[in-house]
């Protein structure tokens, strides 16, 4: 069965600092892959999505980059954060766009 | 542009009530329509897939609608149970592109 992993599930960072987040998926190949967040009681932004590996497409103008160097495992970063950058971050799965989506359970992020 | 809205945005009924909720979208040009669950400070668990050609889906005492060409789909709840409450997200997934649009949710409270 496919599984999605995601890490860390909090972290504090100082404004200024570079990030990190990392997302796997196992049991699948070639698998539509996401990063979307999550403000307090709102809804969804989807920041990136990735349809195969070195692809990239970006939604939002924002500081934060995503890489996918392999073929499941898709990267968020930033070089320096900001504290507009605090959220709920998720990454998301789903084998083609019409089929059901899967999400990890998320990173909580607090720039500090 | 593809919009989403879910209403109403908080609902709190008592246990063993049936209860609806309401999403809809203003372009019916869509692959399917996703229900999800997410309770607090996790991430989004699956609950219900309705492709474009379908009218419905159930699963337990979950049965989710959609009507596309009126831009409308709900989410029935049979007997909540104090389990069940968390926030429910519906998403869709446009054809013209890779993009899942997501409502801002309903947060459900069911009181034991």
């Known amino acids: 069965s496919q599984t999605i992993h995601q890490w860390p599930a909090t972290l504090v960072q100082p404004v200024g600092s570079p990030l990190s987040l990392e997302c796997t998926v196992e049991?699948?190949?070639?698998?539509?892959l996401y990063w979307y967040r999550q403000a307090a009681g709102r809804g969804l932004q989807l920041l990136f999505y990735s349809v195969g590996i070195g692809q990239i497409s970006s939604e939002v103008p924002q500081n934060l980059s995503a890489s996918r160097p392999q073929d499941r495992q898709f990267i968020l970063s930033s070089k320096k954060l900001l504290l507009s950058d605090s959220g709920f971050y998720l990454c998301a799965w789903r084998i083609d766009r019409d089929s059901e989506a899967f999400f990890g359970q998320g990173t909580r992020l607090t720039v500090v | 542009k593809q919009e989403v809205t879910q209403i109403p945005a908080a609902l709190s009924v008592p246990e063993g009530e049936n209860l609806v909720l309401n999403c809809s979208f203003t372009d019916s040009a869509i692959y399917n329509l996703q229900w999800f669950r997410q309770d607090p400070g996790k991430g989004l668990t699956s609950l219900l897939l309705i492709q474009s050609s379908q009218r419905e889906q159930t699963s337990g005492r979950l049965n989710a609608s959609l009507d596309k060409s009126s831009g409308r789909s709900t989410l029935y709840i049979a007997a909540s149970q104090p389990g069940d409450s968390a926030t429910y997200l519906c998403?869709?997934?446009?054809?013209?592109?890779?993009?899942?649009?997501f409502g801002a949710g309903t947060r459900l409270f069911v009181k034991a």
């Open positions: 049991g699948t190949s070639n698998p539509n």
């Open positions: 998403a869709v997934q446009n054809t013209g592109g890779f993009k899942t649009i």
